[in-house]
């Protein structure tokens, strides 16, 4: 059973940082995309980044370019967002999500497995 737990979230003030885990289980995800989507009350859930199963590569929506960095730790099974610099419009529930292929999406209807969420808020 393949299972995503995320965790690491919490509350920060503005212009603090937070490091977000995604520790993947059930089977082996290194020759798969992943991404961490985002989804404030009220709002669709929105592209926040993702990285290719090497990681390689990496992609970021224009929102959080230049403060968020995704990485990757394949002997780990795991997936991390390094969140810098955070703003209000940040807070949102962050997702984690598999895709089974290593062509990497930005849209979340291509992904395949998903984890519960864990809560960002950030206060101004």
């Known amino acids: 059973q393949v299972q995503l737990v995320e965790s690491g979230g919490g509350l920060v003030q503005a212009g603090g940082s937070l490091r977000l885990s995604c520790a993947a289980s059930?089977?082996?995800?290194?020759?798969?995309?992943m991404g961490w989507f985002r989804q404030a009350p009220g709002k669709e859930r929105e592209f926040a980044a993702a990285?290719?199963?090497?990681?390689?590569?990496?992609y970021y929506a224009d929102s959080v370019k230049g403060r968020f960095t995704i990485s990757r730790d394949n002997a780990k099974n795991t997936v991390y967002l390094q969140m810098n610099s955070l703003k209000p419009e940040d807070t949102a529930v962050y997702y984690c999500?598999?895709?089974?292929?290593?062509?990497?999406?930005?849209?979340?209807?291509?992904?395949?497995?998903w984890g519960q969420g864990t809560q960002v808020t950030v206060s101004s």
């Open positions: 059930g089977r082996t995800f290194s020759s798969y995309a």
């Open positions: 990285i290719s199963w090497n990681g390689g590569n990496t």
């Open positions: 999500a598999v895709r089974m292929g290593r062509l990497v999406t930005t849209t979340h209807q291509t992904y395949d497995y």
